[in-house]
């Protein structure tokens, strides 16, 4: 495990004057209102992005140099990566924190591993580990991440409950915006329209998983393919999976001294959710700031009903089983 501290990040930090250049591109991009006035999309490569996260993977191609012992926590928007990161990063400190002192305790998970396409090469607090998350699809991910050969874990969603989280989360987002001008949301009817047309932060979420799930099944030892559900359901083996796919399995000793129940539980919904920086937090943005509880809404299987109708839920069923007809994956198998 001592490997994975001493994995070297390089990389060149995107500042506002080597963003410039990728502004004035994304202004001549196709584009889509979106959900709402202040977050138009721009379509490139396929998919659809917000003009921010664009700007940031923009520069990641050119510029981020991924190194072979990187780890990548790969996901859609709101199909868990808030847990992911928060059992990711407990599994491979695990030796330097206990549950007494690690920064998960004190630090939203997205702040102890940086997000490439924020431009935050660097973990703003903890150690440097060689840990990333992003939202970039992965035919749009650096070449180099490619060539390197680093691991990659995808994490992926029932999309009902990922729209229902997403609607939410950029309600929420909206309304505490600082922008000074009235700004519009999409109803939850609207949106899903958008959804279903592929119109999405980081959609079509079709392709979004398709991408992953070939690249898995052509790299499985490099790329671990996982469902929000299946960690709900059967956490302990996905996190034993993971502590062996980082390549730093646990001991029996570990496993015996309680250790993968120790991680599980401080990265649990109830215990995340509950600490004070969770609680009372913020992440400060240009236009706004998102209180760091907007992460953490219910963490449930199945809150879609709770907002669609059967019939929307049944619409976008058919539309993601159609996309991904003959892939050999499918949402609707356990
Ligand atoms: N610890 C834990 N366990 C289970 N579920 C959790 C946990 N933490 C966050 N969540 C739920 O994950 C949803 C947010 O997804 P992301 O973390 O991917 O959001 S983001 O893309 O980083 O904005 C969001 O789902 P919804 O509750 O359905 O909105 C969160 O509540």
Request: aromatic fraction near 14%; charge should be neutral; charged fraction near 25%.
């Amino acid at each position: 495990m001592e490997s994975l501290f001493n994995s070297k990040l390089i990389a060149s930090k995107n500042t506002p004057e080597s963003l410039h250049k990728y502004e004035v591109k994304i202004s001549t991009l196709p584009k889509e209102n979106g959900w709402s006035s202040m977050m138009t999309l721009r379509s490139y490569q396929h998919f659809w992005f917000h003009s921010f996260f664009l700007k940031g993977a923009m520069h990641a191609q050119d510029h981020f140099q991924a190194q072979p012992g990187d780890i990548f926590l790969c996901n859609f928007m709101k199909t868990g990566c808030t847990w992911l990161k928060a059992l990711s990063f407990s599994i491979i400190t695990r030796t330097h924190f206990d549950d007494s002192n690690t920064p998960i305790r004190n630090a939203l998970p997205h702040d102890c591993i940086p997000m490439l396409e924020f431009g935050e090469y660097y973990s703003p607090t903890g150690p440097k580990i060689p840990l990333y998350g992003s939202h970039i699809p992965y035919t749009c991910l650096p070449k180099s991440i490619i060539h390197s050969r680093c691991k990659i874990v995808y994490l992926c969603r029932d999309p009902k409950d990922t729209f229902v989280s997403m609607w939410h989360y950029f309600k929420r987002m909206v309304e505490t915006n600082k922008t000074g001008k009235e700004v519009s949301f999409v109803s939850i009817e609207e949106a899903i329209d958008l959804f279903c047309r592929g119109v999405s932060s980081f959609g079509p979420y079709w392709d979004h998983v398709l991408g992953y799930w070939k690249a898995s099944l052509e790299h499985p030892e490099r790329i671990l393919f996982l469902r929000y559900e299946a960690m709900k359901e059967e956490t302990e083996s996905c996190v034993k999976k993971l502590a062996e796919f980082f390549g730093c399995p646990f001991s029996l000793e570990e496993e015996r001294g309680g250790k993968i129940e120790e991680i599980i539980e401080l990265c649990s919904f109830e215990s995340l959710s509950n600490l004070e920086v969770n609680k009372s937090g913020k992440q400060v943005k240009k236009d706004g700031y998102m209180e760091n509880s907007a992460y953490f809404r219910k963490g449930k299987v199945g809150d879609w009903r709770n907002y669609l109708s059967d019939e929307m839920g049944n619409r976008l069923d058919n539309i993601m089983e159609d996309k991904l007809t003959g892939s050999g994956f499918s949402f609707l198998n356990k």
